[in-house]
């Protein structure tokens, strides 16, 4: 158990919808990072916030929002979903800015219909 | 931007057979992390390496990070079906965040 969860599990939703994905950090951690990980595509990362405040970009669409909350917890909102959104999205967290070891959540499995 | 290349994309081996995966960077690294992912789970840290040259061990698993801090790679002695799975490496410069290869996903047969 690597201390970070992320829910839902599981998400089902139609095109052109929105869905909140949720992740809490492991205790301690400051830094969130959230990934969506396609067929392929391997680890994409989308952004990174620590302790509240956005701190780097990734290829995250204008269509994704994230933010971080004064608890630390996180939401990845997505909206106007397509199929192509179809993923699974990790939440991860570590304990600093610097680059220290990623702690992955179970992920949210996304599936656009 | 920082590229992370990784090869092979799959490899399938026999159990008992050593397996090796390669990570490239297309910048000098900081450090270098790997990390583990099994069917269906999610990616666990497996190791970072920081200094030129390093070699780390764990077990059958052996980590090396390259002179210029531009390679690494990841072998695995006399593979188990334990260790089937998708192996990533992760790369970073300085305070950038890491940057993901694609991962080598390993089959290991009975």
């Known amino acids: 158990d690597s201390g970070v969860t992320q829910t839902p599990k599981h998400l089902i939703t139609a095109t052109g919808q929105r869905v909140t994905l949720r992740c809490s950090p492991r205790?301690?951690?400051?830094?969130v990072y959230w990934y969506q990980q396609s067929l392929d595509q391997g680890l994409q990362f989308l952004i990174q916030?620590?302790?509240?405040?956005?701190?780097a970009k990734g290829n995250i669409l204008e269509r994704f929002s994230a933010q971080q909350f004064p608890d630390l917890h996180s939401e990845l909102n997505l909206s106007s979903l397509e199929l192509g959104d179809s993923a699974l999205y990790f939440c991860?967290?570590?304990?600093?800015?610097?680059?220290?070891?990623?702690?992955f959540g179970n992920g949210t499995r996304l599936t656009v219909t | 931007g920082q590229q992370v290349m990784q090869i092979p994309q799959y490899q399938h081996v026999q159990e008992g057979e050593d397996f090796t995966t390669y990570c490239n960077s297309s910048t000098t690294l900081s450090n270098i992390q790997w990390y583990k992912q099994r069917p269906g789970g999610h990616p666990v840290f497996l190791i970072q390496?920081?200094?030129?040259?390093e070699v780390k061990k764990q077990k059958r698993l052996t980590f090396q990070f390259g002179e210029a801090k531009k390679n690494s790679s990841l072998h695995i002695t006399a593979t188990q079906t334990t260790d089937v799975g998708t192996y990533f490496c992760?790369?970073?410069?300085?305070?950038?965040?890491?940057?993901f290869g694609k991962g080598t996903m390993l089959l290991v047969s009975p």
């Open positions: 205790s301690g951690d400051l830094s």
């Open positions: 991860a967290s570590s304990v600093s800015l610097e680059s220290s070891p990623l702690h």
């Open positions: 992760a790369g970073a410069s300085g305070y950038s965040t890491l940057t």
């Open positions: 390496l920081v200094k030129s040259g």
């Open positions: 916030y620590y302790n509240g405040e956005e701190r």
